[in-house]
């Protein structure tokens, strides 16, 4: 499990209305434990200025940095 103030970088992001593309990267912010799957809240990087989206995992894949 990733914590907060990782680096990542994302792979995939396929069942988002507004994705952020795959190979961004950003900053973990926050962690939500539950019971099938773990959700990161995150700041991505330049060119996205900061957006904030959460990566859930399963089905989002990262790689910490």
């Given at each position: 499990m990733l914590k907060v103030g990782?680096?990542?970088k994302l792979l995939a992001m396929d069942d988002d209305p507004h994705p952020i593309p795959p190979g961004a990267t950003g900053t973990i912010k926050s962690t939500n434990?539950?019971?099938?799957f773990i959700q990161y809240d995150s700041n991505w990087d330049s060119p996205h200025d900061?957006?904030?989206l959460m990566v859930v995992t399963p089905p989002d894949v990262m790689?910490?940095?």
């Open positions: 990782d680096r990542i434990k539950l019971s099938e900061g957006r904030s790689e910490r940095l």
